[in-house]
């Protein structure tokens, strides 16, 4: 008895560490290149509309150690920003195009996909995968999952076996001693018992709840996530090229726990003159006037917008936008072509505004959050910003460079305890710390050289959680 189990528990292990410990395979690789790499990458030698051909790249990585082409699949903006010469020379080649990150693909994985890419007996033309542009990695791992996920089903199910077993044995001594038959039952019997098919259930509940909850709890909090906003706002010029500061329109990251997304009212300090963009025209600029009812010909806020009909509203902002555009000051006095443009816009902005949850085109302009921790957890930004003076870059990265947000950090515990076992509590000339007189006194006496923030208390699970 007591052999079969260590027998049990040694296979087990076992298996376990097979399905860990995968080794690089072609057709792991094929896989993890279809789903994450096909749709900007060729495999062979000819470069694709997005992306260079991968065909030879272990050779054009050779001069440098192979962890430089981890890193570069991993994150291949910070080996850019690094200064790599293979890194800086594929951006000049092809910048402004950059490719995702990758940060949850695995050594192993990574040489998968490479042997993939080096079986050039096999290569077929591959047919690019729609979709997987904006997700960004979002099936990375996903493979080693199931093969984790049908190991363990597999384990669990010899186990549920071997007990079945166990206590038909156990039954049979019990009969015997009685002085009955014995009953041995075949395998077929065993699996079609009211135990089985139960245990099966449960055990198929389980993975698919576990798959179910994991996705839900994950919705829009993805590494890399970057939803479309309804306005084609972009911090790379208004942060960027026009220089306005993070907190002229997050106002909130200093005093508050939120930072706040500006209201059109902060639009409108500079959009009630500039009423034009560059790249889109009048296309995007309108809906924010449509949203407050703002009335750019004549430069006044429409009374009692509020109540104006769908109707009302479309003939004022579409008469704006005519002439504008087609230098007409009547939309019948327009020729085809205009009218389309006018058309086309018109619809945009009704996109934008009406289909959002108040239904209304008037109404605030409905961003979709980039970034959401789940509710049991507490952030606080002024906490960050003011007191510990923590840049906005550091957890949002390089903003003042994206068209589109989109979310930089993973925004997981780990990399919230990490931040606050490295990080320097800034001492100096800040009131707030007063109270730590110990630390202070161990500065000066120099018993300690730095105060980090777990030293805090920034490791406690009740300060992040409620
Ligand atoms: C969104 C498009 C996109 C996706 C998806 C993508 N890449 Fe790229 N990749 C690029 C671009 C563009 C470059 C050229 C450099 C640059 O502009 O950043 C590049 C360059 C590379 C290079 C350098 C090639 C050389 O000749 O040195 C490698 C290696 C690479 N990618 C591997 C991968 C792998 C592996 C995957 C999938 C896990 C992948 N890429 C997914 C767009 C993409
Ligand atoms: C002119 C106003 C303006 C300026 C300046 C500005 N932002 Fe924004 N920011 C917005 C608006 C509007 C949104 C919502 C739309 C979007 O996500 O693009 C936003 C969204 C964001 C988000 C995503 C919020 C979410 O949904 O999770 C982050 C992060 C952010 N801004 C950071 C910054 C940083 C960092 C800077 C400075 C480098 C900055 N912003 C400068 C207006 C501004
Ligand atoms: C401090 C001034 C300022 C503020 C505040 C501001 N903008 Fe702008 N914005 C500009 C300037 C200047 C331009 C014109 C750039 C150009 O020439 O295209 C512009 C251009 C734009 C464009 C058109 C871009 C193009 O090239 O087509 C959009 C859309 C836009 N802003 C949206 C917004 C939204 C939404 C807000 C509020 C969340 C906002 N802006 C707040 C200064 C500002
Ligand atoms: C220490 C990391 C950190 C710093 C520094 C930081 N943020 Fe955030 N930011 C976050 C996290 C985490 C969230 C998600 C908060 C949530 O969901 O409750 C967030 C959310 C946001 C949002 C979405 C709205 C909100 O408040 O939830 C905006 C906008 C934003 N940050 C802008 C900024 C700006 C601007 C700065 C600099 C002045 C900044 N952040 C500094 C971590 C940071
Ligand atoms: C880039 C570094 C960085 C990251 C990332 C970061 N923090 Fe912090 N955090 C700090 C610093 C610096 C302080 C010190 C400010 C202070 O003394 O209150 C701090 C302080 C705190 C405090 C107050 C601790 C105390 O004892 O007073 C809490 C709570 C907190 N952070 C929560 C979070 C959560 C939740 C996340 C992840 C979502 C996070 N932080 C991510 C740098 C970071
Ligand atoms: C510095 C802030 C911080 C501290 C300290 C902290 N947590 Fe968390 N914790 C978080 C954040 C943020 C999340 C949400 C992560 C996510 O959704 O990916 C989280 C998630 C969790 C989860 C949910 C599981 C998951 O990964 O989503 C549990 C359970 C948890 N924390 C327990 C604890 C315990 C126990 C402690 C104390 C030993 C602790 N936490 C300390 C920030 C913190």
């Not at 072609?26 to 470069?47: I, P, Q, R, S, V």
């Not at 006037?289 to 579409?318: C, H, M, R």
């Not at 704006?320 to 018109?346: F, H, K, P």
């Not at 945009?348 to 008037?362: E, P, T, W």
């Amino acid at each position: 008895m007591l052999l079969k189990r260590i027998c049990w528990v040694f296979s087990i292990v076992l298996l376990a560490s097979i399905v860990a410990h995968a080794a690089p395979t072609k057709e792991a690789g094929k896989e993890l290149f279809t789903a994450n790499c096909a749709a900007c990458h060729n495999k062979n030698m000819k470069d694709n509309l997005t992306g260079p051909a991968l065909g030879g790249m272990e050779e054009r990585w050779a001069a440098y150690p192979r962890a430089d082409l981890y890193s570069w699949i991993r994150n291949s903006q910070s080996l850019i920003s690094a200064g790599h010469p293979r890194a800086v020379e594929l951006w000049n080649q092809w910048k402004p195009v950059l490719m995702n990150n990758f940060t949850g693909l695995t050594d192993e994985q990574i040489e998968s996909i490479i042997l993939h890419v080096n079986d050039v007996y096999t290569a077929k033309p591959l047919t690019p995968v729609a979709g997987t542009g904006d997700t960004a990695g979002g099936g990375k791992g996903d493979n080693s999952n199931m093969w984790l996920f049908g190991g363990l089903a597999l384990i669990l199910a010899l186990l549920a076996f071997a007990l079945m077993r166990i206590v038909d044995n156990l039954g049979n001594i019990a009969r015997v001693q009685a002085g009955q038959e014995p009953v041995r039952r075949t395998l077929v019997q065993i699996l079609t018992t009211k135990g089985a098919v139960a245990f099966l259930v449960f055990a198929l509940t389980l993975i698919f709840g576990y798959k179910t909850v994991d996705n839900a709890t994950r919705m829009g909090r993805e590494q890399n996530y970057q939803p479309d906003q309804p306005v084609a706002f972009s911090h790379k010029l208004h942060a960027g090229t026009q220089k306005i500061d993070c907190q002229y329109c997050h106002d909130g990251a200093r005093r508050s726990k939120q930072s706040v997304i500006p209201a059109a009212n902060t639009c409108m300090n500079c959009h009630s003159a500039v009423k034009k963009g560059t790249q889109s025209g009048t296309a995007e600029i309108t809906k924010i006037y449509a949203s407050i009812g703002f009335d750019p010909i004549t430069n006044v806020y429409i009374k009692d917008y509020d109540n104006w009909s769908d109707k009302q509203i479309e003939d004022l902002y579409k008469k704006w936008i005519g002439q504008e555009y087609m230098s007409a000051n009547s939309l019948t006095a327009m020729n085809d072509a205009g009218r389309s443009v006018v058309e086309t816009q018109w619809e945009g902005v009704v996109k934008a505004l009406k289909d959002d949850s108040n239904g209304k085109i008037q109404g605030p302009i409905e961003w979709v959050r980039v970034h959401n921790l789940p509710d049991h957890a507490y952030f606080n930004h002024a906490q960050h910003v003011a007191i510990g003076q923590v840049a906005c870059q550091k957890c949002h990265g390089p903003v003042e460079q994206m068209d589109i947000v989109y979310q930089y950090s993973t925004l997981g515990m780990g990399w919230c305890i990490n931040c606050h076992r490295e990080t320097e509590v800034k001492f100096e000339g800040n009131d707030y710390y007063k109270q730590y007189e110990r630390y202070h006194q161990e500065l000066k006496d120099g018993k300690r050289d730095k105060v980090t923030v777990s030293d805090i208390g920034g490791l406690e699970c009740q300060k992040c959680h409620y």
